[in-house]
């Protein structure tokens, strides 16, 4: 059995957004790190799909993750109880995490041993696609349980992104989603934009997505 880690907490820092994000982008290029920002709504599977990736990724990549939320710090409890070097950011009620918290919570990483770094935004579609905090790429994260239409009425997200994950796969048999529209839609809005299809409940999809990220770590 592991023992607890430590959970460092960081809160709300302001300064100018941009700045913040070049003085990330420095740190990472320097460090050869890449680091991924993952948006979706509340309850996406954000989280989960981060912990179906720590065997995946034993011996390949050398990770931490930085979890967004509007207060508590239970997302990185979880993270950490399975060996994550993980700290936790709350925006304490901003809707989106900004780029001089995540570049103070990275410096405090050991930047030294790293490959990648997940950044967990805070719950929300909107905000946090609007918004640098120095990633090489954005990762739309949706369930389906939230419903076909959402690239079309939240399309910067779809736009920005690198790449979407479309969670929690195994409860299709169960619901009324239409797989065949949801995919029509997200090429209306990206046509380029990979999807991976992945139940973290199940491991289905799971080892084509890790693939994808160490791709993405040599490639960058």
């Given at each position: 059995m592991m023992s607890p880690r430590e959970i460092r907490v960081y809160r709300d820092?302001?300064?100018?957004?941009?700045?913040w994000a070049g003085e990330t982008r420095t740190v990472l290029g320097a460090h050869g790190i890449?680091?991924?920002n993952l948006i979706g709504s509340p309850g996406a599977g954000k989280t989960r799909l981060l912990e179906s990736m720590v065997k995946p990724l034993e011996g390949r990549a050398r990770f931490a993750t930085l979890e967004g939320d509007v207060e508590t710090t239970r997302d990185a409890e979880r993270l950490?109880?399975?060996?994550?070097?993980v700290s936790q950011l709350l925006s304490g009620g901003s809707c989106h995490l900004?780029?001089?918290?995540?570049?103070?919570a990275l410096t405090d990483l050991p930047v030294d041993n790293l490959d990648l770094v997940f950044v967990?935004?805070?719950g929300n579609m909107v905000c946090p696609?609007?918004?640098?905090?120095?990633?090489?790429?954005?990762?739309a994260v949706l369930s389906v349980t939230e419903g076909e239409d959402k690239p079309l009425k939240y399309?910067?997200?779809?736009?920005e992104a690198k790449a979407l994950v479309l969670t929690k796969v195994d409860l299709l048999p169960h619901l009324e989603f239409n797989l065949p529209l949801c995919l029509q839609n997200i090429r209306t809005v990206n046509a380029d934009l990979p999807v991976f299809q992945v139940s973290a409940?199940?491991?289905e999809g799971v080892d084509r997505w890790t693939q994808w990220v160490v791709e993405h770590l040599t490639n960058s």
């Amino acid at each position: 059995m592991m023992s607890p880690r430590e959970i460092r907490v960081y809160r709300d820092l302001m300064g100018d957004n941009e700045t913040w994000a070049g003085e990330t982008r420095t740190v990472l290029g320097a460090h050869g790190i890449v680091m991924l920002n993952l948006i979706g709504s509340p309850g996406a599977g954000k989280t989960r799909l981060l912990e179906s990736m720590v065997k995946p990724l034993e011996g390949r990549a050398r990770f931490a993750t930085l979890e967004g939320d509007v207060e508590t710090t239970r997302d990185a409890e979880r993270l950490g109880a399975l060996g994550v070097e993980v700290s936790q950011l709350l925006s304490g009620g901003s809707c989106h995490l900004e780029a001089k918290m995540v570049h103070q919570a990275l410096t405090d990483l050991p930047v030294d041993n790293l490959d990648l770094v997940f950044v967990e935004n805070v719950g929300n579609m909107v905000c946090p696609a609007e918004f640098d905090l120095g990633e090489q790429a954005k990762v739309a994260v949706l369930s389906v349980t939230e419903g076909e239409d959402k690239p079309l009425k939240y399309p910067l997200l779809f736009r920005e992104a690198k790449a979407l994950v479309l969670t929690k796969v195994d409860l299709l048999p169960h619901l009324e989603f239409n797989l065949p529209l949801c995919l029509q839609n997200i090429r209306t809005v990206n046509a380029d934009l990979p999807v991976f299809q992945v139940s973290a409940q199940t491991g289905e999809g799971v080892d084509r997505w890790t693939q994808w990220v160490v791709e993405h770590l040599t490639n960058s």
